[in-house]
C-alpha cells in the first residue's frame, strides 16, 4: 500500500534524509513558482516558517561534536509543513479573512488550532486564500482574487477554503486548515481531489478563528489521505479553555496508529435527497462506484430517506446570514477594520463597512439584518431554529438503524470562473448536500471518489455525533479500497 505524504515526510526526517527546514524551503519556492497561475495563498510566512522549522530540527536531531545526532523526537507532525486559512490567527502574521476591511490587520495572539500544530512541531508556511470571512462556495469572493482549481485553472477551486483546497492539491504543503461552517472544508476538498473532514460541533477550539456563523462554524483538517487528516487531527482536537464549546472527543489517544474500519455488515445509507435532479451524470458514476467498493468491502447499502432534508438549504441560510449579520458588525473600522475617515461617527462605520466590505458580505448583513429584525424574527429566525431542531432530530433517529451516512459531497464537479457569482442562489444549491451534518451537529468525512469527466468528484460519510474517530477509520478502510486519493493534477 502507498505510504501517505506526511508518512513519507516523516519517513524522511527521521532517518536525517531531510531536514524540516529543506521542506519549508521547498514548500516555499514552489508557491512562488506556482501560485501567481492558482492564488491559494494571500500571504506568504517565510520567517516565522524558516524559525517554526529550524526549531522543528532541532528537536529532530542536535549537533554533537560536529556530528548531527537524531533526537528521537518521533511526534508525527514535526517539521511537517502546513497551510493556515487566512481566518486563523497566526501570531505576529497578517490575518486578513480574505477580505479588504482587515487587509493589513497583523495578529495579536494564534489560534489555539494553530498553537497545537506549532507544539506539535508543525510549519506554517502560507495563509490560504477565502472566500471573504468565508462567506461562500466557490473561493471567488475572495477580496485578493479568485482561487483556481489546480486541475484546471479555468475552474473554482470551491469554497470557502479555496486555497487550503489547492494548496494541498499542487502540492504546497501536505496538510491544511481550513474552516466548515457548512461545507467549506468538504466542498473545495472535492472540487480539488483532496479528504476533508468537519469534525463534531465543538471537537476542534474555534478560539482565534473568524467567527462567521458561530452555532455552525468548524475547523476542519485537509490532506489527500484520511491517515494525514488523522493524525493532524489528533493532535489539535480536546477542550480548550478559552472556547466553552469544545468537547473532548472520546477514544481520541486510541485513534493512532489509524486503523481500517472493518466494512464488514456495516450499515451504510446512501443519501442524496433534492440533489438528485441535478447531478451531473458523472459524479453519479463515481458515486456508484463508490458505493459498490463499500459493497465489496462487506457493507450493506440502504437507500434513506431523510424529509427534513429538503428544509435543510433554507434553513442554514436563515440561520447563516443572521449570524453573520451580528459577528461581522465587529467590523466597523472602530474596533477592528480599516476604516475611512469622517467627522460623524455614524458615516465613518457605514463608510468604512462600504467601502471594504465585498458584495457577498454585504448582502448576508442585510438579509441576516432583516431576519432579525423586530416583526419578522418568528417568522424567519425562530422558525429557522426549530428547523434546525427537527432536522437534528431526524437524521439522529437515523442513526438508530444504520451506522453511517454516505452522499455525494456536491452535485456536480467544479464550474467555470465566473458561472455563478453572478447568481447567490445557484451559489448556495453548492451547499445542499453539506449543510445537512452542520446543522445537525454531527462530523462528515469528503473523500475523492475518481473524475468525472476529467475532474475530482467526492463522497462525504457521515456519522453521529462524536463519531469522528469512527468516521476516520472508514474513511481509511475505502482509501484502501481506492485509489483516487493517489491522483495527481498535472
Ligand atoms: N458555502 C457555504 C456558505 O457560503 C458554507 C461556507 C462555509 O462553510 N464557511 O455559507
Redesign the pocket.
Known amino acids: 500500500m502507498k505510504k501517505s505524504p506526511i508518512a513519507n515526510l516523516r519517513e524522511g526526517l527521521d532517518s536525517g534524509d531531510l531536514s524540516s527546514e529543506y521542506l519549508a524551503l521547498r514548500s516555499i519556492e514552489k508557491i512562488k513558482r506556482l501560485d501567481g497561475r492558482i492564488n491559494a495563498i494571500n500571504a506568504e510566512m517565510g520567517e516565522f516558517a524558516l524559525n517554526a522549522a529550524r526549531l522543528a530540527d532541532r528537536r529532530l536531531r542536535s549537533n554533537v561534536d560536529g556530528r548531527l545526532r537524531l533526537n528521537g523526537d518521533r511526534q508525527p507532525f514535526l517539521g511537517i509543513p502546513v497551510v493556515v486559512k487566512d481566518n486563523m490567527a497566526c501570531k505576529g502574521q497578517l490575518f486578513q479573512n480574505g477580505s479588504k476591511i482587515t487587509k493589513g490587520f497583523i495578529s495579536p495572539f494564534s489560534a489555539t488550532v494553530v498553537n497545537r500544530l506549532l507544539s506539535a512541531g508543525a510549519v506554517p508556511v502560507a495563509r490560504a486564500a477565502m472566500?471573504e470571512f468565508?462567506?461562500?462556495?466557490s473561493g471567488e469572493y475572495h477580496a485578493f482574487g479568485p482561487t483556481r482549481n489546480p486541475w484546471d485553472t479555468s475552474k473554482v477551486a470551491g469554497?470557502?477554503?479555496s486555497g487550503s483546497a489547492a494548496a494541498v492539491a499542487a502540492g504546497y504543503a501536505p496538510f491544511a486548515l481550513g474552516?466548515?461552517?457548512?461545507?467549506?472544508?468538504r466542498?473545495p476538498g472535492a472540487f480539488c481531489g483532496v479528504s476533508a473532514l468537519r469534525p463534531t460541533y465543538g471537537v476542534l477550539s474555534r478560539y482565534g478563528v473568524t467567527a462567521?456563523?458561530s452555532s455552525?462554524?468548524q475547523v476542519g483538517p485537509m490532506a489527500k489521505h484520511v491517515e494525514d487528516i488523522a493524525m493532524g487531527f489528533s493532535v489539535m482536537a480536546g477542550v480548550d479553555p478559552h472556547d466553552s464549546t469544545s468537547v473532548d472527543l472520546p477514544g481520541i489517544q486510541d485513534l493512532l496508529p489509524l486503523i481500517p474500519k472493518d466494512l464488514k455488515n456495516l450499515k451504510i445509507g446512501y443519501f442524496a435527497g433534492d440533489s438528485v435532479k441535478a447531478i451531473q451524470p458523472a459524479v453519479q458514476s463515481c458515486v456508484s462506484k463508490a458505493l459498490e467498493t463499500l459493497e465489496g468491502g462487506g457493507a450493506k447499502i440502504i437507500n434513506i430517506d431523510l424529509p427534513c432534508a429538503s428544509y435543510a438549504l433554507e434553513t442554514?441560510?436563515l440561520l447563516?446570514t443572521a449570524e453573520v449579520s451580528s459577528n461581522l458588525s465587529r467590523f466597523d473600522g472602530v474596533r477592528y477594520g480599516n476604516r475611512v475617515s469622517s467627522s460623524n461617527l455614524a458615516d465613518m462605520v457605514a463608510g468604512s463597512r462600504n467601502m471594504h466590505l465585498g458584495l457577498e458580505a454585504k448582502r448576508r448583513i442585510l438579509l441576516g439584518t432583516f431576519c432579525l429584525s423586530k416583526g419578522h424574527y418568528d417568522a424567519y429566525y425562530l422558525k429557522a431554529l426549530k428547523a434546525r431542531n427537527a432536522i437534528a432530530r431526524s437524521v439522529m433517529e437515523i442513526f438508530n438503524s444504520i451506522d453511517f451516512i454516505v452522499t455525494p459531497v456536491s452535485p456536480i464537479t467544479a464550474f467555470a470562473l465566473g458561472e455563478k457569482v453572478a447568481d447567490p442562489l445557484e451559489?448556495?444549491m453548492?451547499?445542499i448536500l453539506?449543510?445537512l451534518p452542520?446543522l445537525a451537529d454531527i462530523p462528515a468525512l469528503a473523500v475523492p471518489a475518481g473524475l468525472a469527466d476529467g475532474l475530482p468528484a467526492g463522497v462525504q460519510f457521515i456519522g453521529p455525533r462524536l463519531s469522528d474517530c469512527d468516521l476516520l477509520r472508514l474513511g481509511y478502510a475505502f482509501q484502501q479500497l481506492t485509489d483516487h486519493h493517489l491522483l495527481e493534477n498535472t
Request: aromatic residues 6%.
Open positions: 472566500d468565508a462567506l461562500g462556495s469554497g470557502s477554503s474552516s466548515d461552517t457548512g461545507g467549506s472544508v466542498l462567521m456563523a455552525l462554524d442554514y441560510c447563516n451559489m448556495y453548492m451547499d453539506t449543510v452542520a
